[in-house]
C-alpha cells in the first residue's frame, strides 16, 4: 500500500476529486494548507506573498493504483505555470480502522 499526498491549487482541487471519484478512488483526506515551493512566494506589483493557499488530498491506496492516481491528478492539476503542485508517494506499512480494529483497506 501507499500513500499519497497531493498538494494542489485550490481552484483545481474540486475537478481532482471529482476525476479520482469517477475512477474508483473515493476514500480521502482533504486539508487547507498554505506553503511555498521553488518561486519562494509570489510578487503581485509591490507586494511580496510569502505563503500561498493550497489544498493537500491525501489517500492510501494499493500499489498497483499508484500509477493511475499520479496520472489522473497531474491531468487535472497542470495550469503549465509554476505552482502547480507536488505529488508525495510513501510506503503504508499498517491500517488500522479504529471503530472495528480490523486491518487493511
Known amino acids: 500500500m501507499k500513500m499519497v499526498r497531493a498538494v494542489v491549487r485550490p481552484e483545481s482541487t474540486e475537478l481532482i476529486v471529482d476525476s479520482l471519484a469517477e475512477s474508483g478512488f473515493v476514500s480521502m483526506t482533504k486539508v487547507q494548507v498554505f506553503g511555498r515551493g521553488k518561486q ?38 497542470r495550469t503549465g505555470n509554476f505552482g502547480d503542485g507536488k505529488i508525495f508517494i510513501t510506503p503504508v506499512e499498517r491500517i488500522v480502522t479504529i471503530r472495528t480494529g480490523i486491518e487493511g483497506l
Open 40 to 77: 519562494k512566494g509570489l510578487d503581485v506589483g509591490t507586494v511580496h506573498y510569502d505563503e500561498l493557499p493550497k489544498n493537500m488530498l491525501i489517500m492510501v491506496i494499493e500499489d498497483e493504483n499508484v500509477d493511475k492516481v499520479m496520472e489522473i491528478i497531474q491531468q487535472k492539476a
